[in-house]
């Protein structure tokens, strides 16, 4: 009987991917063009995505029996905020549990991918795999490897991004490397997941915290009459000690805006409290309401007031070319303006429809008549196929947060 090392390295093991989300998916995909039988695994996938992806080659399961089949389980499972800034894990505990509840009598390499905070994979995953019996090191191997995927086009190839990768022991941690060499063209094995884990978290902070620093310096440039755009192209001229951030109206996402208060919770356990972290976090969820004052300044230049003016958003999604509205800020801002009284519309060609504040906005034509009937032109998102000649010849009033058009 081969062992799972030679199922890995001749691509024979059979691979499970649960959840088949913007992680699981290319994931799965990259799997199965690198020659290893797929089965993904998602009991909360639509029927009209498992027969699209049924169609694509990927033969999908909502139940997880098909896990004692597998020979490497592949964990990428939201993992979102909830009271507002407490992490969130119970999509990773309910999956650990059917894995645990389905496991084989064969040797099994488990890896989580999902972002969490350090001691996930040690303290959360380990215990409820190890409950069905089977201990690490015997039959059982565990490993983290944070997913770094960038959703978009344009973006590098899944091979060509390189990967990172922590076991709990050495036999896991070698086993993960071997398996994900065979789907990327680099890979860096890291002493332990603690490790992956918080480099993980660093990666997204570290944008996070830059991207709170071009905000706060928008603001102060806006009051000081200086363009911050300008400022932004100045300072990337420097070919090194510097890396360019764009402001913005608040962050949105998957990462970025959930990842940090991920560190903030775990690193309290320690009496530790990362104020710098914290204080861009807050930076970048004060956004929202600063967009909202330009409106209303914009406006007011106009002789207009907020309360009645038909304002046209552009964009909802959290950046370019993504059907993704997960923590857009555009969802807050539609709410603000919602609430001081003006009438909201929204264009955006990735999504139909949005359900903000108990009321349901359903995407709007970006043609002549939507844009001449509005007060005001709110541009968040410019996907690629909008059409903003159509706006520019329009002479209405515009608000651009995304340096696309100019106020």
Not at 181 to 205: C, D, Y
Not at 318 to 328: F, G, L, Q
Request: aromatic fraction near 8%; hydrophobic fraction near 40%.
């Amino acid at each position: 009987m081969a062992t799972l090392e030679q199922k890995v390295s001749d691509r024979s093991a059979r691979v499970g991917v649960v959840g088949l989300g913007y992680v699981g998916l290319p994931l799965a995909r990259r799997a199965i063009e690198a020659g290893y039988p797929v089965v993904g695994i998602d009991k909360y996938l639509a029927d009209e995505r498992s027969a699209e992806l049924a169609e694509a080659g990927i033969r999908v399961e909502r139940s997880f029996d098909s896990v004692e089949r597998c020979d490497v389980v592949l964990i990428c499972v939201p993992t979102p905020l909830v009271d507002g800034e407490q992490p969130d894990v119970s999509y990773i505990t309910d999956a650990a549990k059917d894995i645990a509840f389905n496991l084989n009598s064969e040797d099994m390499l488990v890896v989580l991918e999902s972002t969490s905070y350090p001691g996930t994979t040690r303290e959360l995953l380990l215990p409820l795999l190890e409950s069905a019996g089977k201990r690490l090191g015997r039959g059982l191997f565990l490993a983290y490897a944070p997913e770094r995927v960038d959703p978009g086009d344009g973006r590098p190839d899944y091979a060509d991004i390189p990967r990172v990768v922590g076991g709990l022991d050495e036999e896991s941690g070698r086993l993960a490397a071997a398996f994900y060499r065979n789907l990327v063209k680099e890979v860096t094995l890291v002493p332990t997941p603690e490790v992956a884990e918080m480099a993980k978290l660093l990666e997204n902070i570290f944008r996070a915290v830059n991207i709170a620093l071009v905000n706060e310096m928008s603001l102060l440039c806006r009051r000081m009459g200086i363009d911050i755009w300008d400022v932004v192209g100045a300072a990337a001229t420097k070919p090194f000690g510097f890396m360019s951030f764009k402001p913005g109206p608040g962050l949105g996402g998957h990462c970025i805006p959930v990842d940090p208060f991920y560190l903030a919770w775990k690193a309290k356990q320690y009496d530790f409290y990362p104020e710098f972290i914290e204080l861009a976090g807050k930076i970048n969820k004060s956004m929202p309401f600063h967009t909202v004052q330009w409106v209303s300044e914009a406006l007011n230049s106009a002789g207009k007031s907020k309360k009645g003016s038909k304002i046209l958003v552009i964009g909802v999604t959290y950046k370019e070319d993504v059907p993704d509205t997960r923590e857009s800020p555009a969802l807050k801002i539609i709410e603000l303006l919602a609430q001081r009284g003006a009438e909201v519309s929204y264009h955006d060609p990735y999504v139909e429809s949005i359900e903000i504040d108990g009321l349901e906005y359903r995407s709007v034509p970006l043609d002549p008549r939507s844009v001449g009937e509005s007060d005001c032109v709110l541009i968040l998102t410019a996907h690629s196929g909008i059409d903003l000649d159509l706006i520019r010849s329009a002479g209405v009033l515009v608000v651009d947060t995304r340096n696309v058009l100019r106020e």
